[in-house]
């Protein structure tokens, strides 16, 4: 089993910043993959940003630029650094971890961007 807690998210204005981190404990040496999805009402959950357990790194191309995933593996946690945000940020945002057998999520923060 995977455990996954996220922290960060928030109120800003448009143009402004958030950071979101997401731990990982448990079976975490059977983690391949990890991302942030986010989910606004009424749409799908899409992918915004994942990084491989060898560093690769990949971004949905509305946020290239603006947001930057990074890892740490001593603390097994990942960070999602949002810049300049938009109001069509807005969104649930949920940290995920892939293993061979599943997928694995975590419980979601909310982002909301507006003036």
């Known amino acids: 089993q995977v455990q996954l807690v996220e922290s960060g998210g928030g109120l800003v204005q448009p143009g402004g910043s958030l950071s979101l981190s997401c731990a990982a404990s448990g079976r975490i040496y059977s983690i391949d993959y990890m991302a942030w999805y986010r989910q606004a009402p009424g749409k799908q959950r899409e992918l915004v940003a994942g990084?491989?357990?060898?560093?690769?790194?990949d971004y949905t191309d509305s946020v290239k630029g603006r947001f930057t995933i990074s890892r740490d593996n001593v603390k097994n946690t990942i960070y999602l650094q949002m810049n300049s945000l938009k109001p069509e940020d807005t969104a649930v945002y949920f940290c995920?971890?892939?293993?061979?057998?599943?997928?694995?999520w975590g419980q979601g923060t909310q982002v909301t961007v507006s003036s």
């Open positions: 995920s971890a892939v293993t061979v057998s599943r997928n694995y």
């Open positions: 990084i491989t357990s060898g560093g690769t790194i």
